[in-house]
Nanobody, 128 residues
Framework: QVRLVESGGGLVQTGDSLRLSCLAS????????MGWFRQAPGKEREFVAA????????YYADSVKGRFTISRDSGKNAVYLQMNSLTPEDTAVYYC?????????????????????WGQGTQVTVSS
């Protein structure tokens, strides 16, 4: 089992920045990749960013490219999401996820079905 705990959400204004953190505990040595997803009210959960634990793959949704940056600290078993130039369209609950599956095709890390472990989510609200 891998336990994930997110933090760092909050209420900000358009153009502001936030940094989300996700700390993993438990059987973290089984982790192949970690990702961030988000779910806005009335919408399906969508992929935001992912990073393979080996460091050879980083992936972003088109909607956040150039604004969001995913990073990790292997020593702390942590993954971060730096979010800049936030807009109201970024308002959602953000979830951290971990996958034990090893893929060579990066697209597989952009789907929620790849991830077997999920955090409880942290709310990000961007006001206009």
């Amino acid at each position: 089992q891998v336990r994930l705990v997110e933090s760092g959400g909050g209420l900000v204004q358009t153009g502001d920045s936030l940094r989300l953190s996700c700390l993993a505990s438990g059987r973290t040595f089984t982790t192949a990749a970690m990702g961030w997803f988000r779910q806005a009210p009335g919408k399906e959960r969508e992929f935001v960013a992912a990073n393979t634990w080996s460091g050879d793959g980083t992936y972003y949704a088109d909607s956040v490219k150039g604004r969001f940056t995913i990073s990790r600290d292997s020593g702390k078993n942590a993954v971060y999401l730096q979010m800049n130039s936030l807009t109201p369209e970024d308002t959602a609950v953000y979830y951290c996820a971990a996958s034990a599956l090893h893929y060579k095709i990066g697209a597989y890390y952009q789907t929620s079905r790849t991830y077997g472990y999920w955090g409880q989510g942290t709310q990000v609200t961007v006001s206009s």
